[in-house]
């Protein structure tokens, strides 16, 4: 039985990658095709061609669209220079936004270079044959031009310009393809201030420490407030404040239509939020899984305000040396495969722009509609935060923070954990559900390997949404229990 076993299970993976292999060429044609319908729908309702993440030509229009300019270092990474508050921002971008290597893409290159090369030869003949010297100038003066139309800056000079540079003003109208209800563009009244949606309950006075929610990918404050929130001893609620947020692009908060969702943008979104206006000095963070990248970045930048940090199921896959740390974390959120159905809904948002701005279209467009038969379906007897979290975002906001922040942050998360472990005291708790399929549990034990002080509890029959969902109020307890025992040793 254990022979058979063994080959019942290559023979599922085998399947699993050939049918991959034919789905996924599929939609890598479908996502072009879709590329060019798109061009003439914005064309039709918005009067102009929007750019795309496509070709690299396009690439750079989108990036440098909104007022940004497009950086790139020989050897290093990109980065965008933000034009905002009257200085320039230079901001990492991940490369995985206008290269995500595929069948297609390959075949279009190859085929791109190929007659760039017929034509470079062709113009090189015929310069020869009609002016000697003079045409060898010309041609050396035209093939930069041939190779690439990008402009190759040291980002130092960028750097010595900050603060030379006003803001190009944006414009907060939603796009044709976005939802316009006014849950979700109420941030772009003139009266509204633009900051994320907050959600805080417990001590109002006397506040002996906040606590910071931050949640994960595609998801609201209601992943909270709906769950551990309601489950809280009143002594709990008497004590600590509790905070969370809809991050910048989701839920209730702002989605700028011009913004690339760079880590820098979000973290100065929970600043602005948050920790200045509730005059934040002291306090606890809990993020789940994209949060926990935020979470760390906050924690790096405030050592001495943290005083514990609880991560569930955080992103972090350690990267193989020789790899490129974007790429790598993409193939491994987003493994191109049909199975697990999680895996094929990740790879189908991390790798098709176009694809994932239709399913947008249909479900977050309309996402009013689905969540009144939502609630028609289940009698109002169950809860459907989770698919109001699911459903409250535009597709620049989702596409940009997944490549931006969980991929374009593979090579900062190790540098990360290193200066919690070195720099920080706070306790450092970490939990993943042991049938996670999108993030597996070496994450976490990732994680611990880098901390030393950090406690891993991995719970058994619970996966990436019901680490949490199912059991919020054990989940509470032991929220309980950290807060209490940090304050009892800081």
């Excluded at 603060?163 to 796009?175: A, F, M, Q, V, Y």
């Excluded at 509730?278 to 050592?303: E, R, W």
């Amino acid at each position: 039985m254990g022979s058979v076993g063994v080959a019942m299970k290559v023979f599922g993976r085998v399947l699993n990658d050939v049918v991959s292999f034919f789905v996924f060429s599929a939609l890598d044609l479908l996502d072009v095709l879709l590329c060019m319908v798109y061009k003439l729908a914005d064309y039709a309702f918005e009067s102009e061609w929007k750019p795309c993440y496509c070709s690299s030509s396009s690439a750079g229009d989108r990036i440098t669209g909104g007022g940004n300019i497009l950086v790139s270092e020989r050897g290093g990474p990109s980065r965008v220079v933000c034009l905002c508050n009257s200085k320039i921002q230079l901001e990492d971008i991940s490369d995985t936004l206008f290269d995500r290597p595929s069948l297609v893409s390959d075949v279009c290159k190859s085929t791109a270079e190929e007659l760039k090369r017929l034509k470079s030869s062709s113009s090189s003949s015929s310069l020869s044959s009609s002016s000697g010297k003079k045409s060898q100038f010309v041609l050396q003066k035209s093939r930069p031009a041939l190779r690439s139309s990008a402009v190759t800056i040291n980002s130092t000079i960028v750097e010595m310009l900050q603060g030379k540079i006003g803001r190009l003003k944006s414009t907060p109208i939603p796009r044709w393809s976005d939802c316009d209800c006014t849950t979700c563009t109420s941030w772009s009244s003139s009266s509204s201030k633009e900051t994320l949606f907050v959600h805080a309950e417990g001590a109002k006075e006397n506040v002996k420490e906040d606590v910071l929610f931050i949640h994960g990918f595609i998801s609201s404050s209601k992943f909270w407030t709906e769950t551990v929130f309601e489950n809280f001893r009143e002594e709990t609620k008497r004590d600590y404040r509790l905070i969370a947020i809809d991050l910048l692009g989701f839920g209730r908060s702002p989605k700028p239509a011009d913004s690339l969702y760079t880590l820098r943008e979000h973290l100065d979104m929970i600043e602005r939020s948050v920790l200045e206006p509730y005059n934040v000095k002291s306090f606890h963070i809990v993020a789940h899984s994209l949060g926990c990248i935020l979470a760390l970045a906050i924690a790096v930048k405030y050592p001495n305000s943290i005083k514990s940090l609880t991560l569930l199921a955080p992103p972090y896959f350690p990267v193989p040396k020789g790899e490129m740390g974007t790429q790598f974390v993409l193939r491994r959120v987003a493994p191109r495969r049909v199975w697990p159905l999680i895996a094929f809904g990740a790879s189908v948002a991390g790798w098709y722009e176009h694809i994932s701005r239709t399913i947008c279209l249909v479900i977050c467009k309309n996402h009013r509609i689905w969540d009144f038969f939502a609630k028609q379906i289940t009698r109002h007897r169950v809860k459907t935060f989770l698919i109001e979290g699911f459903m409250c975002h535009t597709h620049n906001a989702a596409w940009h923070t997944l490549h931006n922040i969980i991929c374009g942050s593979a090579d900062k998360i190790g540098g990360y954990l290193d200066m919690v472990n070195e720099r920080l005291t706070c306790d450092v708790t970490v939990f993943h559900g042991r049938d996670d399929e999108l993030l597996p549990v070496e994450c976490s034990e990732a994680v611990r390997s880098k901390i030393s002080r950090a406690h891993l509890k991995v719970v058994e029959n619970k996966d990436h949404i019901t680490i949490v969902v199912g059991r919020q109020k054990a989940f509470a307890r032991e929220l309980e229990e950290i807060w209490n025992n940090s304050s009892k040793y800081n």
